[in-house]
T-cell receptor
């Protein structure tokens, strides 16, 4: 059975800290791995990763994929209170079908 | 900007009622999806559609059906709502290109009493 597991499920840090969120997967016909940020409503897209070892970066956020060990990490440096959200990892398999992890709830305290 | 809209943000229905959740996207996307999101379980795919009048079951289709009569609209139907269908329902759409990002609507929080 295809599955995506995120860890930790919940994380509380202070503003300015650096955090690393983990996503491991067991999915047949892997095509890509996606990260989304979900605040109060719709998840918003962060990154799509298809190749191992190539870091994707957007401001203070970065992500990398390891297709051999079947995991990805999402790093956030110099965290701000606006980074508080649920971060979702999803793996695309087959034709555009996504399997989601449970999400990591990140809380940034001032 | 891609816009995916859902007909209601909050909905309260009674057990046994027929419930329609509507989703509309304005980017001419071929693919549309319905998910439900529950605490500790993440998003789970209910149904998806690659084209008009085409539908495929996702991971948890039991108790649901869908309709896609027009490209921009994808409806989720609960034929006879039950309390275990109380959940957040999210619609998404994507294009059939190399950019496979799914764009999500704001969600409908459905409560079945």
């Amino acid at each position: 059975e295809d599955k995506v597991v995120q860890s930790p499920l919940s994380l509380v840090v202070h503003e300015g800290d650096t955090v690393t969120l983990n996503c491991s997967y067991e999915v047949t016909n892997f095509r890509s791995l996606l990260w989304y940020k979900q605040e109060k409503k719709a998840p918003t897209f962060l990154f799509m990763l298809t190749s191992s070892g190539i870091e994707k970066k957007s401001g203070r956020l970065s992500s990398i994929l390891d297709k051999k060990e079947l995991f990805s990490i999402l790093n956030i440096t110099a965290t701000q209170t606006g980074d508080s959200a649920v971060y979702l990892c999803a793996v695309e398999w087959g034709a555009q079908k996504l399997v989601f992890g449970q999400g990591t709830r990140l809380t940034i305290n001032p | 900007d891609v816009k995916v809209t859902q007909s209601s943000r909050y909905l309260v229905k009674r057990t046994g009622e027929k419930v329609f959740l509507e989703c509309v996207q304005d980017m001419d996307h071929e693919n549309m999806f319905w998910y439900r999101q529950d605490p500790g379980l993440g998003l789970r795919l209910i149904y998806f559609s690659y084209d008009v009048k085409m539908k495929e079951k996702g991971d948890i289709p039991e108790g649901y059906s869908v309709s896609r009569e027009k490209k921009e609209r994808f409806s989720l139907i609960l034929e006879s709502a039950s309390t275990n269908q109380t959940s957040m329902y999210l619609c998404a759409s994507s294009a059939s290109t190399s950019i496979r990002e799914q764009f999500f609507g704001p969600g409908t929080r459905l409560t079945v009493l």
